[in-house]
């Protein structure tokens, strides 16, 4: 079993920055990709980033895509999501997740998730 720990949500202005930090407890096939949804309060789960192993393959979510960016530091079994020029819309519970398959990973189909980190913009 995997677990993922999230750090790094909190309250900023808009315009902001934050990062979120994501470490895996294990690497693992199911570790292979890992990334990033969030939810807003009265809406559906969404897709916001998503990084491979090697971190040669990316995809960013095109609501986000331009203000965040997604890496990793295999040596740690970390991913991160750099959240810059923040909006009030980007207000929502960040969950981390991975898993082995990408397709699958990108609708939500994943192996493991994060307990989710509150970010929240304010205007």
């Known amino acids: 079993q995997v677990q993922l720990v999230e750090s790094g949500g909190g309250l900023v202005q808009a315009g902001g920055s934050l990062r979120l930090s994501c470490a895996a407890s294990?690497?693992?096939?199911?570790?292979?990709?890992m990334g990033w949804f969030r939810q807003a309060p009265g809406k559906e789960r969404e897709f916001v980033a998503v990084i491979s192993r090697s971190g040669g393959s990316t995809n960013i979510a095109d609501s986000v895509k331009g203000r965040f960016t997604i890496s990793k530091d295999d040596t740690k079994n970390t991913v991160y999501l750099q959240m810059n020029s923040l909006k009030p819309e980007d207000t929502a519970v960040y969950y981390c997740?991975?898993?082995?398959?990408?397709?699958?990973?990108?609708?939500?189909?994943?192996?493991?998730w994060g307990q989710g980190t509150q970010v929240t913009v304010s205007s």
């Open positions: 294990a690497r693992t096939a199911s570790t292979n990709i």
């Open positions: 997740a991975a898993g082995g398959l990408w397709r699958q990973f990108l609708i939500g189909s994943t192996d493991y």
